[in-house]
């Protein structure tokens, strides 16, 4: 079993979360070496018109926390994917339990949620990062830009 890590991320949400509009894709911002979310203070408003947007702050910048810790790409990798899982989704584990009587007995089976589709975008680390994070199993069939 492993160890769980808690640390605190800020970040912005803004914009469209209309029922009728689930096909465009939640927008995730990632700010580069040095930044933070304040980066994209005039790009959020305007995508968020028309998207649901997200700008957040990587460990180590911004009002994140900075844990003392050997910061790498894998970090900030595992730290937009979860934000996506965990954030972006919401509640959504992706699985939904239903139990099923049949005969007197109860079965399980696995049905899948839709999760909503994701663009990650960033400069200079945060592309890096976006690049990193949109190639990991745990949400590339998610990732639409």
Known sequence: EGSTTTHSINYLEMGND????T???AIVLIHGFGASSYHYRYNVPILARRYRVYALDLLGFGW????IMDYDASVWRDQVVDFVREVVWKDDDGEEKVVDKVNGEEEEEQRSKEKSQVAIAGNSLGGYTAMYASSDER???HVSG
């Open 139 to 141: 949400i590339k069939e």
């Open 64 to 67: 994140s926390d900075k844990p």
């Open 23 to 25: 096909a465009k894709p």
């Open 18 to 21: 209309d029922d009728e509009d």
